[in-house]
RNA sequence: GGAGGGGUACCCAAGCGGCCAACGGGGGCAGACUGUAAAUCUGCUGGCUUUUGCCUUCGUAGGUUCGAAUCCUACCCCCUCCA
């Protein structure tokens, strides 16, 4: 079967940090369909918006016609990868790996086709190859091929050993090894030899086609993708809140989508040839059209909508888009109907309170609905002018909320800020 | 095993008997300006209590003292060098 030419595109749209030999990438691929490898360590119970970059490669590789495997280190997992750390990581528990790829392995059907056939992703783990690997088989015919001067070499041991404060164990310096092994298993077992990680990967990718050459004596290939950083220098995805999950449990679907369109503007446009399906012309038709309007933020919003509709579902993100319209166009609350009240009682945080004659602290439902940490926080806040009840500014600090003055006698929209929303609820009964 | 250095709020980092809820920087949040941007300026950044205070916090547990993050004892953890 032929397929479709690809690493171009990928190199087109910046998704190229590093290659081990371009020239042998281009080859393999064109001789057909090859399958092509993406490991993911199960540290948490859901994918984050970091994982999407290799997901997503993988999915282009499928499209074009090649293989996308998976490998989730159920083992490696209990070990923890040094790479990109800079201090010894807590080892997690077994169950926790265990329940952690369970529920990761049911993500990545959202982004490969999981089909029985030839073109079909594979979602292996790697517990199964490592378990029941004996110690010293694995430090003759594994161990045996890692010259400490290479392993000492690692920028990923040196800047461990290097950085005062920090330091190194075996257990974690045997990281290398055992993915370097994962490697050699899957071109033995799957006729795998290409490799697609993160940035932070690039060591562990060559040890593995390192370790392939001497032991199958066959020439394996290995590529690195950007690390997304935004403007602001952080990772994409990682906040002061926290991360950016991909599970709406964690992130809810509208807390996602508002990430992603309040995206700077220096950052659109990479992201866009990073994530979106659209084609190379086409995003710098949009990146046109946002520099002239910027204000209409036309880029953010394909992004955010896109990636949206890829996680949770278009009808989801319909949902999500009319909440954000409602809450940010500026319209006043008393057009809001009741109707999409209950939509955003779906996407915002908010919480129901028992109706009483004495009606309620505001202080109190700012606390009880999330919006800010601690009572003293909201005093403050209220006194800083951060405070709106249905979109009206909040002066007094003692404000007490009766009955008459919820919505429809039963709804109240609290906001913190320009853009932190949250509902509250009168329960029917009292 | 030996010697030395160190553990302070989200992070870095001062303080080394009372004036310490703890300097400063970063980050974060908020206000002004805006585009739900960026940059800039301003304020806040343990909790409770509407300002008087109270409670909790400086690795852990005790102790000395009118009074401790600061002194003493034991313990835990980290780093560096030596073995």
């Known amino acids: ?54 997901l997503l490669t993988l ?49 990545i059907g959202r982004f490969l086709d999981l089909a029985p056939d030839p073109w079909g992703a594979r979602i292996l783990n790697n517990r199964d190859w490592i378990h029941p690997l004996g110690v010293i088989p694995f430090l003759r015919d594994v161990g045996k091929h890692f010259p400490m001067g290479a392993m000492l070499g690692k920028e990923s041991v040196r800047t461990r050993l290097g950085t005062e404060g920090s ?28 490799q697609v990680g993160g940035s932070d990967q690039w060591g562990n990718i060559t040890a593995g086609i390192d370790l392939i050459r001497r032991r199958q004596g066959l020439e394996a290939y290995g590529l ?18 926290g991360t950016v999950w991909l599970d709406a449990q964690r992130t ?20 866009l040839r990073y994530f979106s399906e659209r084609e190379c012309a086409a995003i710098r038709a949009l990146e046109e059209a946002h520099a002239l309007e910027p ?25 999500v888009m009319r909440v954000s319209e409602t809450l940010f166009d500026g319209r006043s609350i008393s057009d809001l109907d009741s109707e999409s009240f209950r939509l955003l009682e779906s996407a915002i945080p908010g919480t129901v309170v028992p109706a009483t004659p004495e009606g309620w602290q505001l202080v109190d439902l700012l606390v009880a ?9 909201a005093r403050s806040d209220i006194q800083a002018g951060a405070i709106s009840v249905n979109q009206l500014r909040v002066d007094a600090v003692g404000k007490r909320l009766a ?23 009168l329960d029917r009964e009292g």
Do not use: N
């Not at 201090?87 to 952690?100: D, G, I, Q």
């Not at 257990?171 to 006729?191: I, M, N, R, V």
């Open 224 to 241: 690195t993708l950007p690390l997304v950083t935004t403007a602001a220098g952080t990772k994409l995805g990682k906040t002061e809140a």
């Open 252 to 271: 809810s679907p509208y807390a996602f989508y508002q990430y992603l369109l309040q995206i700077d503007d220096r950052d659109v446009g990479r992201l």
């Open 167 to 194: 330091g190194l164990s075996f257990t974690e310096f045997s990281y290398l090894l055992l993915q370097a092994y994962d490697y050699d298993h899957l071109c033995q077992s799957e006729g795998c030899r290409l």
């Open 59 to 107: 999915r282009r590789f499928q499209r074009a016609g090649h293989r996308p495997i998976v490998v989730l280190g159920g083992a490696t997992a209990l070990i923890g990868d040094p790479s990109g750390k800079f201090s010894e990581r807590v080892m997690l528990a077994p169950e926790t790996v265990e329940e952690a790829t369970e529920s990761i392995r049911r993500q």
């Open 369 to 377: 609905t999330g919006l800010v940490s601690s009572k003293s926080r």
């Open 295 to 319: 204000e209409k933020r036309t880029a953010q919003k394909a992004l955010a909508y896109e990636l949206t509709a890829l996680v949770h579902g278009s009808r989801e993100t319909d949902r």
């Open 1 to 54: 079967m032929s397929c479709l030419p690809i690493f171009g595109e990928l190199v087109e749209r910046g998704c190229v940090f590093q290659a081990t030999d371009e020239a042998g990438i281009e080859a393999l691929l064109a001789s057909g369909a090859a399958p092509v490898y993406v490991g993911i360590d199960p540290t948490a119970e859901s994918l984050h918006l970091g994982h999407l970059l290799p």
């Open 403 to 425: 009955r008459d003055e919820f919505l429809w006698g039963r709804y109240l929209l609290l906001r913190h800020g320009r853009r932190h929303y949250a509902w509250v609820r």
